[in-house]
Each structure stands twice: as structure tokens, then as C-alpha cells.
């Protein structure tokens, strides 16, 4: 398995878990997962364009 698919699905997970479900996190607004999904659109335009 490459490491780029390990790194996809690792920053999908995280992206899954940053969404403010939770009371504590609800002030946090979307910013957590915002950036991670920012950076997991990143990896997949690199992996897709075949430079990772």
C-alpha cells in the first residue's frame, strides 16, 4: 500500500473526527475541519496529477 493512500485515509478519519458534533467544540465552528479539509483537497489534486 503507498504511503499517499495511508496519508488520505488518515486525513479523512481526521476530517471526520474535526467536525464539531460534540458541546465542548460546537464555539469552535467549522475552522478544525475546515483546514483539514482544505489540506486533504490539496493531497488528492497532487496525488491525482501523479506528483505524491
Avoid: E, K, N
Avoid at 7 to 31: C, E, F, K, Q, T
Avoid at 38 to 49: E, H
Amino acid at each position: 500500500m503507498p504511503i499517499s493512500t495511508i496519508v488520505i485515509i488518515v486525513l479523512i478519519l481526521v476530517l471526520i473526527g474535526a467536525v464539531p458534533a460534540w458541546p465542548h467544540s460546537r464555539s469552535w465552528g467549522y475552522g478544525p475541519s475546515g483546514f483539514v479539509g482544505v489540506v486533504l483537497v490539496v493531497i488528492l489534486v497532487l496525488v491525482l496529477m501523479g506528483r505524491l
